[in-house]
């Protein structure tokens, strides 16, 4: 697939996977790990792929080669769904130089037993990569989402290179009913959204370039109007609310605490407001970190469990602050049949998140819905839709 006249995409599409990283759920639309190829007077390859797809890949390039050989690898990123064929690679082209970062090459020794010495060019912030016509300018992007990845910009063609930066679940050889920002965010907040600062440390860098063209390595090549995506990107590793909503995630065993979440969303939304609601034993959680992003008021419902909280919840809330959860409006309701303190629990363990605001209003369900939690209700209702 060409990208531009002299850039050619030579990535895989994985149909086979169920949970990347080892957790979320791609089951139903797959991944892609995109690899590129820049064909200019020198030849370079930035990327290789998931070892299941390493013989695909290697053919997908000899196809673009016609008959060149590849002058360089450019290792943006060592995670093993990017870096798996780097050996094979250097197997089949052992004239070719590998380029990447100081810390990549102490990976590539842990992963393959070497560095590539005598065959290997260290590049850091403001290297230049000249291969001709096309000349790559390497940008830095310290954990974005490891600590070795860097960026890489082709002034010749206006294109980034942005390792993980953009990415998105899914294979390319479907089209994603959802759209790029759906299964973007999951992405986002899953893997890139703990390291918000470092991310806006590299759109800053960004800023000062030509941008027409977006390369990730995971998802679609991005090329028609950037300004969206920079701009979404701004937004979620700022922590400012994408949307105006409400997230209700609820932990509940018997129903009660169920039924109390789902009126409270019938509550909200009679008063207007958007809701998404959950059920942390049974939908995917990282949907549920993902909408607690996207919109600025979250409503946490668990029963009290043991003198605590439901597992679910205790997960839900320790991924939250794991990814640096912040700048939201949160409302506690807990159930309990002889002494409910799940709302007590749940704010102890919330304590650890900055700029967090709580409703004054809660609701304490003791056993099953009655007069008085509904009039409850009504009131966090209103409180949250004022
Ligand atoms: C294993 C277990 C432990 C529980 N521990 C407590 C407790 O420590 N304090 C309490 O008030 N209720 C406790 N409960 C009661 C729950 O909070 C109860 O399920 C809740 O009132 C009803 O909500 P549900 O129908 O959504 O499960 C416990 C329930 C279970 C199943």
Same mark, same amino acid.
């Given at each position: 697939?060409? $990208?531009?006249?002299?850039?050619?995409?030579?990535?895989?599409?994985?149909?086979?996977?169920?949970?990347?990283?080892?957790?979320?759920?791609?089951?139903?639309?797959?991944?892609?790990?995109?690899?590129?190829?820049?064909?200019?007077?020198?030849?370079?390859?930035?990327?290789?792929?998931?070892?299941?797809?390493?013989?695909?890949?290697?053919?997908?390039?000899?196809?673009?080669?016609?008959?060149?050989?590849?002058?360089?690898?450019?290792?943006?990123?060592?995670?093993?769904?990017?870096?798996?064929? $780097?050996?094979?690679?250097?197997?089949?082209?052992?004239?070719?130089?590998?380029?990447?970062?100081?810390?990549?090459?102490?990976?590539?020794?842990?992963?393959?037993?070497?560095?590539?010495?005598?065959?290997?060019?260290?590049?850091?912030?403001?290297?230049?990569?000249?291969?001709?016509?096309?000349?790559?300018?390497?940008?830095?992007?310290?954990?974005?989402?490891?600590?070795?990845?860097?960026?890489?910009?082709?002034?010749?063609?206006?294109?980034?290179?942005?390792?993980?930066?953009?990415?998105?679940?899914?294979?390319?050889?479907?089209?994603?009913?959802?759209?790029?920002?759906?299964?973007?965010?999951?992405?986002?907040?899953?893997?890139?959204?703990?390291?918000?600062?470092?991310?806006?440390?590299?759109?800053?860098?960004?800023?000062?370039?030509?941008?027409?063209? $977006?390369?990730?390595?995971?998802?679609?090549?991005?090329?028609?109007?950037?300004?969206?995506?920079?701009?979404?990107?701004?937004?979620?590793?700022?922590?400012?609310?994408?949307?105006?909503?409400?997230?209700?995630?609820?932990?509940?065993?018997?129903?009660?605490?169920?039924?109390?979440?789902?009126?409270?969303?019938?509550?909200?939304?009679?008063?207007?407001?958007?809701?998404?609601?959950?059920?942390?034993?049974?939908?995917?959680?990282?949907?549920?970190?993902?909408?607690?992003?996207?919109?600025?008021?979250?409503?946490?419902?668990?029963?009290?469990?043991?003198?605590?909280?439901?597992?679910?919840?205790?997960?839900? $809330?320790?991924?939250?602050?794991?990814?640096?959860?912040?700048?939201?409006?949160?409302?506690?309701?807990?159930?309990?049949?002889?002494?409910?303190?799940?709302?007590?629990?749940?704010?102890?363990?919330?304590?650890?998140?900055?700029?967090?605001?709580?409703?004054?209003?809660?609701?304490?369900?003791?056993?099953?819905?009655?007069?008085?939690?509904?009039?409850?209700?009504?009131?966090?209702?209103?409180?949250?839709?004022?």
């Amino acid at each position: 697939m060409e $990208i531009t006249e002299d850039i050619r995409y030579i990535g895989v599409n994985d149909h086979d996977i169920d949970l990347f990283e080892g957790q979320y759920d791609v089951s139903e639309n797959g991944m892609s790990y995109n690899s590129y190829v820049i064909l200019s007077d020198k030849v370079a390859v930035a990327d290789t792929v998931d070892a299941h797809f390493v013989d695909e890949w290697l053919g997908n390039l000899e196809a673009v080669l016609d008959g060149r050989t590849p002058d360089y690898l450019i290792v943006h990123h060592m995670e093993p769904d990017h870096s798996a064929g $780097i050996a094979a690679f250097m197997e089949r082209y052992p004239e070719a130089q590998v380029v990447s970062s100081a810390m990549a090459f102490k990976m590539m020794k842990n992963y393959f037993g070497t560095d590539f010495a005598g065959c290997s060019v260290v590049v850091k912030e403001g290297s230049e990569l000249d291969l001709g016509a096309h000349k790559l300018a390497f940008v830095a992007a310290p954990n974005v989402h490891w600590p070795e990845v860097m960026f890489s910009y082709d002034a010749h063609d206006k294109v980034l290179f942005s390792a993980d930066g953009f990415g998105k679940f899914g294979a390319n050889d479907i089209e994603d009913p959802e759209g790029w920002s759906c299964e973007a965010r999951r992405y986002y907040f899953g893997i890139v959204g703990k390291f918000g600062k470092n991310v806006q440390a590299v759109l800053k860098k960004a800023a000062g370039l030509d941008i027409q063209v $977006i390369c990730p390595l995971h998802g679609p090549v991005l090329k028609e109007n950037l300004g969206y995506y920079l701009e979404t990107y701004n937004t979620w590793s700022s922590y400012q609310p994408e949307d105006r909503g409400v997230t209700i995630a609820y932990a509940s065993v018997y129903g009660h605490m169920k039924q109390t979440a789902e009126e409270l969303a019938a509550a909200l939304e009679e008063r207007g407001q958007k809701v998404s609601l959950f059920d942390l034993a049974r939908d995917d959680m990282a949907e549920a970190v993902e909408d607690a992003f996207r919109y600025d008021r979250l409503v946490l419902c668990s029963i009290t469990y043991a003198t605590g909280i439901f597992p679910f919840m205790s997960t839900f $809330i320790h991924t939250l602050a794991e990814h640096n959860y912040q700048n939201r409006t949160i409302a506690l309701v807990e159930g309990g049949s002889w002494m409910p303190m799940a709302a007590k629990v749940m704010k102890k363990q919330l304590a650890e998140l900055s700029d967090i605001t709580f409703t004054q209003a809660g609701v304490t369900v003791l056993g099953a819905l009655d007069d008085d939690s509904r009039a409850q209700i009504a009131t966090l209702a209103d409180e949250l839709s004022a």
